[in-house]
Nanobody, 124 residues
């Protein structure tokens, strides 16, 4: 059973940093790529970042490229999203997800397990 639990969200000011964590309390996810998505009010869920099974390949949405970094520690097992230089438009509920396969995916259809989400609010 896959059970993803996100943590690390909160209320910060523009320019601040946050690190989100996603732990799998069930079966380890070391055999799959992992991703982060976010959903702001009245918006569709959008891709943020993804990392391959071994952590060697990453992909980012243009809106976060250069500010966010996704990493993973398969020994934990946990995936992280380091978010720097946060902007008000980064405000959303952030979800981690396990991909259906080994490689990075940037569409929600490529993921089959999702966490409950953690709120990130960035004030101006």
């Amino acid at each position: 059973q896959v059970h993803l639990v996100e943590s690390g969200g909160g209320l910060v000011q523009a320019g601040d940093s946050l690190r989100l964590s996603c732990a799998d309390s069930g079966r380890p996810f070391s055999g799959y790529a992992m991703g982060w998505f976010r959903q702001a009010p009245r918006n569709e869920r959008e891709f943020v970042a993804a990392i391959s099974r071994g952590g060697l390949t990453t992909r980012y949405a243009d809106s976060v490229n250069g500010r966010f970094t996704i990493t993973r520690d398969n020994s934990k097992p946990t995936v992280y999203l380091q978010m720097n230089s946060l902007k008000p438009e980064d405000t959303a509920v952030y979800y981690c997800a396990r991909a259906r396969g080994l490689e990075v995916e940037d569409t929600s259809g490529g993921y089959d397990y999702w966490g409950q989400g953690t709120q990130v609010t960035v004030s101006s």
